[in-house]
């Protein structure tokens, strides 16, 4: 997505090769514009899916993908991110371990939204190592209801989550994705390509 | 806000007195479709306030904040919510009593999206205690920003947070106004009034 990729080049910032940080447009400060545009070109990417529910993580995917669930006429949930969890029969759960802060979160999401009949597109700010996206699959799958794919704003395609998550056999589109952070420059992949 | 109001009538759960869950709707399942209007609302309740940042607390102000900030053209920023925060001069910060949750969070906005030049509308999914308010002005005036007013989704007026925020002087705008739990019925002020 060009107009993305511009403001990644603009006002991203290279924090070392492995991170990026875009908190001035996407995960602090939010361009409301920019959001819906990714909204718009999910939507055309997955509107032959048949999609009933649309799920992302708090708090960084709950701007892309709500404009995505607009678009698409359906319900967004945001799944619950918490360090410790107690156990509790309604909620559907996956541990997710992130590199970045070394830590390990319990996501969770209320059994009464998600069901067998369900056609679940999941959407996230990042994709890096790929465990948030293992855990919104998990829970997707615990709830018997299937995947219609996995929709990211910015893939850092030097890292293998997504070959990961493109291994699950699901259809993966990221809007943006980059091939290396060295020397301070973000690149990208000549071509956005759709597995 | 009628709509608002109905959706709260229909699908709101009253789990006791004080408690009202809307999580098929507003904070776990989202409803972009009420989102939207909610934004065109609060845009229009404070469309004259030359505001320049929209400011609201991750996860559940999100939705409705980043509509508002669409429709006022102008950027949305989300405080993050964090139970201990390591102290860096880069971020103004305050502390948030919860009282459901009987835990001190600290928030923090990076110094560097908000300064003296900004006329900042606050949002928030719920008020209740009127302890996430407070907080948000705390960070707002610490940036030596100005605030334009505060916009509730549902404001809970047997409680005194809504007392606690009008007393600041600032205009606060609430879409629904809760006057009882009582006898697990939802019952709305007559009027929503403005101050």
Redesign the interface.
């Known amino acids: 997505m060009h107009s993305l990729k511009t403001r990644i080049q603009q006002d991203g910032i290279v924090l070392s090769d492995e991170v990026l940080k875009v908190?001035?447009?996407l995960n602090?400060?939010?361009?409301?514009?920019l959001?819906?545009e990714m909204g718009e070109e999910f939507c055309r990417r997955f509107q032959d899916k048949k999609i009933t529910k649309v799920l992302t993580l708090?708090?960084s995917g709950?701007?892309p993908a709500?404009?995505t669930?607009?678009n698409l006429g359906v319900?967004?949930?945001?799944a619950?991110k918490r360090k410790s969890l107690t156990l509790n029969e309604d909620i559907l759960t996956a541990e997710v371990y992130s590199f970045t802060k070394q830590e390990t979160s319990t996501i969770s999401?209320?059994k009464?939204?998600l069901n067998q009949d369900d056609h679940v597109l999941i959407i996230d700010d990042f994709l890096a190592n790929g465990q948030a996206g293992l855990g919104l699959i998990e829970v997707v799958t615990k709830a018997k209801a299937s995947i219609s794919g996995i929709g990211i704003v910015i893939e850092k395609a030097f890292q293998n989550g997504g070959e990961l998550l493109r291994d699950t056999g699901y259809q993966v589109e990221s809007l943006a994705r980059i091939s290396s952070l060295e020397n301070s420059t973000v690149s990208f992949l000549e071509e956005e390509v759709t597995v």
Chains 1, 2 share one sequence.
């Open positions: 908190d001035s447009f602090h400060q939010v361009d409301p514009e959001m819906k708090e708090s709950i701007a709500l404009f669930a607009l319900p967004l949930i945001f619950r999401v209320s009464k939204f």
